[in-house]
């Protein structure tokens, strides 16, 4: 049986692979926090839906590591539509009732993995 967590991320994934803007938006909670090349910082779920039509990502994850009973790393095969091979990628999602509120996308699993305990531990001690 699936988790919160693993069903929040499988949504995230699936709305965001099938560029649904509408469960894209429904996806993510208000605001989602979000790391990515171009920045950082909350945005609004239409914002989230705005970057999914733009982007064109399509993520496969390769593999799952839990960090928290909220904290969830996943390693993915990222392609975009000018993409010529998938680039591996890692991110940090933090899910919120059953939506993801945070997706931290970093450069490679280590860095992701690094980063999420960084957040456990500053979750745990406040």
């Not at 920045?39 to 928290?68: D, K, M, N, Y």
């Not at 991110?91 to 992701?112: C, I, Q, W, Y």
Request: proline fraction near 7%; glycine fraction near 6%; aromatic fraction near 6%.
């Amino acid at each position: 049986m699936e988790s919160t967590v693993e069903e929040a991320i499988n949504e995230w994934h699936a709305s965001v692979n099938d560029g649904d803007l509408d469960r894209s938006s429904k996806a993510v909670g208000d605001p989602v926090v979000v790391l990515g090349p171009k920045g950082a910082g909350p945005i609004t779920p239409e914002q989230f839906a705005e970057w999914v039509a733009r982007s064109g990502i399509r993520l496969v994850p390769r593999s799952w590591h839990p960090i928290s009973e909220r904290l969830m790393v996943v390693e993915a095969d990222a392609t975009w539509p000018e993409s010529q091979a998938p680039t591996r990628v890692a991110t940090v999602f933090r899910v919120t009732g059953e939506k993801v509120s945070a997706a931290l996308r970093l450069p490679d699993l280590r860095s992701a993995l690094e980063l999420a305990y960084i957040c456990r531990e500053m979750a745990a001690t406040e």
